[in-house]
């Protein structure tokens, strides 16, 4: 009798394949919770120049403004529905940075700065918001089209959207990606494997993020899935699949640039996991996380957001202070009262517009709904 190879044993030995899976995902880390650099070599590797790191602080900040006066515009009624964004801002800033003006976005409901950077105007996000039709438009204040799709609200439906342009971009090929982004909720849904395996099949150009926030609404990370690692289940459709520290914004960027350079030349999607959390409610509509998380927790994560090590980094380069950050406060929120204006000013849909614009060809019911709102005026 042979006895059975140590292959054929660990093949068999399921604590293993679990003690395995565990440690095959080593977080990617550039900077400390401090914002000490403790890889140098990774640091020039992202090749950052002062000019980007404050261009990369400024847009963490607009984003962590926007999120502070959208959630007191939404207690005002004054804006329609909104996501938080606070503690993901290396998750979503310092992502979008590596990606250029030709490369699509395909963002979800929670990704509206990743828009706006890409020159989509505020006052646009807040028609969105509401649900104005005019928030549907992707284009700059000039006019030129902004290459985002619309916030998907669909759970995952951006993957699949993502790896039809990809594939688009690759056949006309093109030196672009589509980038999506998802939750650690989304990861569940089919459309995110079957978004994920259609793009790697055809070695489209894709990278897709799952922003690991910690919660689904209340569903913890602990409840989506026992998979060790998000990043695993792109590992399953064959991607270069790799976690980072979704706090630190050095380590996303050098992510998403060396997986943007990989997808734009030909070689396929990548996934990357960025490991962060949701600090606030799930959205602005009633959502009260003390159901479900304690005060700990959201304060534990709190002192470790990426605003606080981005600016200790860029401190300690003697590249940013507190009167740059004052002054660059006032001048984003001076934006956003100006942009707040031009939204309200903006004619208010009517009914039938807004019937109008749900099919191409309205059936005749809708026809009819169409026409009794407009002759009451509405
Ligand atoms: C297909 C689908 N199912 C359910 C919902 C309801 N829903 C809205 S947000 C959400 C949680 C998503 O969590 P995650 O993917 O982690 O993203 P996060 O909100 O944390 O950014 C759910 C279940 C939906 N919008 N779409
Ligand atoms: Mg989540």
Redesign the pocket.
């Known amino acids: 009798m042979v006895d059975i190879t140590t292959t054929n044993k660990q093949v068999l030995d399921f604590k293993y394949q679990l003690a395995e899976q565990d440690e095959h995902f080593p977080t990617l880390k550039v900077l400390d919770n401090e914002g000490k650099i403790i890889d140098k070599e990774a640091f020039k590797r992202a090749e950052l120049s002062d000019d980007d790191l404050v261009n990369i602080i400024k847009r963490m900040i607009l984003s962590r403004q926007l999120d502070i006066r959208s959630t007191k515009l939404a207690k005002q009624g004054r804006f329609g529905f909104f ?1 938080p964004t606070a503690g993901q801002e290396a998750s979503q800033m310092a992502s979008s940075y590596a990606f250029n003006d030709d490369d699509w976005l395909m963002p ?3 990704d509206i700065p990743q828009i706006i950077v890409k020159g989509w105007p505020i006052w646009k996000a807040i028609l969105w918001s509401r649900g104005h039709v005019l928030g549907n438009v992707f284009t700059t204040e000039d006019g030129n089209p902004v290459n985002s799709w619309m916030p998907q ?5 951006q993957y699949v959207e993502a790896a039809g342009i990809a594939l688009g971009l690759k056949k006309r090929q093109k030196n672009a990606v589509a980038y999506a982004y ?6 569940s ?1 089919g459309d995110f494997y079957e978004g994920m395996n259609f793009a790697g099949a055809y070695k489209a150009n894709a990278v897709f993020f799952v ?1 690991n ?1 910690g ?3 209340s ?1 913890p990370r602990s409840l989506q899935t026992v998979a060790s690692h998000l990043a695993a289940k792109g590992w399953a459709a064959g991607l270069p699949s790799l976690v980072v520290d979704g706090n630190d914004p050095i380590a996303v960027y050098l992510a998403s640039k060396e997986a943007r350079s990989w997808a734009a030349s030909g070689h396929g999607p990548v996934l990357i996991e960025t490991l962060t959390n ?1 600090l606030e409610p ?1 959205s602005t509509a009633g959502d009260d996380p003390l159901r479900y998380r304690t005060k700990d927790d959201i304060d534990g994560w709190w002192k470790k957001e990426p605003l606080l090590r981005m600016r200790k980094l860029l401190q300690d380069q003697g590249i940013w202070n507190e009167e740059k950050e004052d002054e660059y406060v006032t001048e984003v929120n001076a934006l956003i009262d100006e942009q707040i204006k031009i939204a309200d000013n903006v004619e208010k849909q009517k009914i039938s517009n807004f019937i109008k614009n749900t099919l191409e060809v309205p059936g005749q019911a809708m026809n009819e709904q169409i026409a009794k709102f407009e002759s009451e005026g509405k």
């Open positions: 996501a979800g409901y929670r609200i669909i759970i995952g439906a998802t939750g650690d909720g989304g990861t849904q922003q926030n919660y689904a609404i569903t949701r799930h």
